[in-house]
């Protein structure tokens, strides 16, 4: 089993930047892709990005590219996600995602074995 403990969401107004923290404990990830998702209101959960388990390949949604940047310290167990600039359309609960097994990216849900509970993100206009 794999417990993930987001943390670091709050209110900011539009332009800020926050820094999401991912906590994992239980079985080892270190080989494993990570990732963030995340979920507005009335809307699907969606992929924001993810790191390789040695941290040199990144993937971005179009929405948050250049804006978002996501990182893992394997010696600390946890995977960050740096967001600047944020925008009123970055209001979300934001949740931390490993795959089902290292053979996978936690590129869709089903690809997903692990959830954290989630860090609300507001950002007001």
């Known amino acids: 089993q794999v417990q993930l403990a987001e943390s670091g969401g709050g209110l900011v107004q539009a332009g800020d930047s926050l820094r999401l923290s991912c906590a994992v404990s239980?079985?080892?990830?270190?080989?494993?892709?990570m990732g963030w998702f995340r979920q507005a209101p009335g809307k699907e959960r969606e992929s924001v990005a993810r790191v390789s388990w040695r941290g040199d390949i990144t993937y971005y949604a179009d929405s948050v590219k250049g804006r978002f940047t996501i990182s893992r310290d394997s010696d600390k167990n946890r995977v960050y996600l740096q967001m600047d600039r944020l925008k009123y359309d970055d209001t979300a609960v934001y949740y931390c995602a490993a795959p089902k097994s290292p053979l996978l990216t936690p590129h869709r849900e089903a690809d997903v074995g692990f959830w954290g509970q989630g860090t609300q993100v507001t950002v007001s206009s």
């Open positions: 239980g079985r080892t990830v270190t080989r494993n892709a």
